[in-house]
């Protein structure tokens, strides 16, 4: 891989004025405007098949698909990234995927198809004790295709019918200790089972998105809300094309619904819409293809999919949508994208993809956001190195205002790792790290500190 001389000095001169980003210095970019956002050193040491979600919490992000790989590691379909490497989760799952993962009474639990992990019965839906995998309840019949916590409730979604003599019909709530049906749950034909695959919560709502005809007793097509009593329905719901619901996002009260049709209520629109709480409307012309996945930051939503078009410009199953009009994020990706994650100004991208802004991108790629100098003040963390330039050692001072997962490195000028220093939660007040740094060249390197969703990064030098 060759570097790019002129988008290395764009990072230095960023550096060297102490703009607080949020994120990693980047060595490459590419031809196309955009390109430079997808982080290469990410993406490299990704998976070796699709990555269908993720979730994080505590400073670490959590991976589920159908690899069974993750950093050359042996990882089975679920894996663990704290910031410098994948590592596994117990054991994982012994077949097929895993769809949907969520944190609940601060466990962890997952959704998907499999039966087994490390040998022992686990169906569809399973919860990590701290030390392995364990079902959760009486098993579930049929697969489980997304999880949403609300309050004191765990909702699962997916293509389920029945648990334990409970009938669900696409939809159950989980209390911790057993299942519940929903109203009824869902319906789509005498011939057809229902399918439920996106499920978002607002406060005592729970919005629910997949292929069916009725909720309850309610006629809904394919989109319906639950208020915790009764079902009702968005308009006249969806359909044309397969009529699914594959994603939902909320940004303040607009219901973002994304999937595969071409008609909302009495609306034309093309594989996503906005339901206001009282009308539907279309986002542009849409995506050319359908859409799997969106994903939140600020007031911009971000879509993942298979289509190569949105609002008419070529994209490249990922794009963004800022509330007028569409735009893309670098050359896209090479193929679908299955599951989006936003991390503060980060967003994480896992699928069926190898390239993502024409880089080395593993079933998974991190979309790095650029901020202004107005987005975050530089002294927030109030980073001190002194002395500045050394030689044997120097200290690294900060200041952290609220507790949380901290992250100090070392990178040298191609923006690899040369030293791991903090990565832990740490509680807040001042901090001082002492780096012996006996064993680097003289040089050039940049000290890199993250804590949750702030990032800063600044130069130092090492005269011998």
Known sequence: MKTNLF?????????????????????????????????????????????NCFVKKDGILYAGGEFTKAGGNNINRIAQWDGVSWSPIGHGFDQNAVFAMEFFNSALYAGGIFYKSNGQAMKHFAKWNGTEWVQPGSVIDYQVDCLASAGDALYLGGGMIATAGIDLYGIARWDGTQFHAVGGGLWLSDYYT?????????????????????AGTVDASSIAKWDGSSWSALGGGVSGGDGVVTSLALIGNDLYVAGGFTVAGSVSVNNIARWDGSQ????????????????????????????????GLNVNNIAMWDGSQWSSLGSGTNQWVKALYADGNNLYAGGRFTKA??????????????????????????????????????????????PGHVQLVIDDITGRNAAILVNEVQLPGEHKVMYEASGLRKGIFFVRLCIENQTIVKKIIKLR
Not at 282 to 302: E, H, N
Request: hydrophobic share 35%; charged share 15%.
């Open 7 to 51: 988008a290395m000095i764009a990072v230095v001169q960023t550096i060297l004025m102490s703009i607080c980003l949020n994120v990693c210095p980047q060595n490459q970019a590419s031809p196309i405007s955009g390109d430079e956002n997808w982080d290469e050193s990410f993406g490299t040491s990704g998976m070796n098949a699709d990555v």
């Open 194 to 214: 229902p399918d439920v695959f996106a499920i978002e919560t607002d406060d005592n709502d729970v919005y629910v998105g997949g292929k069916f005809s009725r």
């Open 357 to 402: 802004g024409n880089k080395t991108a593993k079933y998974i790629a991190r979309w790095q956001t650029a901020l202004s100098v107005e987005d975050h003040d530089p002294d927030d963390l109030q980073l001190r190195l002194f002395p500045n330039p050394f030689s044997g050692s120097t200290t690294i001072q900060y200041h952290l205002k609220e």
């Open 280 to 311: 539907w409307s279309p986002l542009g012309s849409g995506t050319s293809g359908p859409v799997y996945t969106l994903a939140v930051i600020g007031d911009k939503l971000f879509a993942g999919g298979s289509f190569t078009q949105a609002g």
